[in-house]
């Protein structure tokens, strides 16, 4: 569960950044922005990932815009600085 969890919120924030990128640009940058992504934020992600708590596994109310809800957990608040720094 909690491994399914991490790796669906990454592809969530790899997709998302090549989506904003992509726009920026004009058109579909492709692996290009993952491999972006991986370079820019993958070891903040896994900073994130490994001290991601059992309550936060598939809450949902962390990931931005999607539920309408703020987290109430405190440990999110690092990832929403790690998001706005992508741009996202």
Same mark, same amino acid.
């Given at each position: 569960?909690?491994?399914?969890?991490?790796?669906?919120?990454?592809?969530?924030?790899?997709?998302?950044?090549?989506?904003?990128?992509?726009?920026?640009?004009?058109?579909?940058?492709?692996? #290009?922005?993952?491999?972006?992504?991986? !370079?820019?934020?993958?070891?903040?992600?896994?900073?994130?990932?490994?001290?991601? &708590?059992?309550?936060?596994?598939?809450?949902?109310?962390?990931? #931005?815009? !999607? #539920?309408?809800? =703020?987290? &109430?957990? &405190?440990?999110?608040? *690092?990832?929403? =600085?790690?998001? *706005?720094?992508?741009?996202?």
């Amino acid at each position: 569960m909690r491994a399914a969890y991490i790796l669906q919120e990454q592809i969530r924030e790899m997709e998302a950044y090549k989506w904003i990128r992509s726009l920026e640009a004009g058109y579909d940058l492709g692996e #290009t922005a993952l491999y972006a992504w991986v !370079e820019k934020y993958a070891a903040s992600f896994r900073e994130w990932s490994d001290n991601v &708590p059992s309550e936060c596994l598939g809450c949902g109310a962390c990931v #931005t815009g !999607e #539920t309408g809800m =703020e987290c &109430p957990n &405190p440990f999110n608040v *690092k990832r929403k =600085e790690r998001l *706005k720094s992508m741009g996202l």
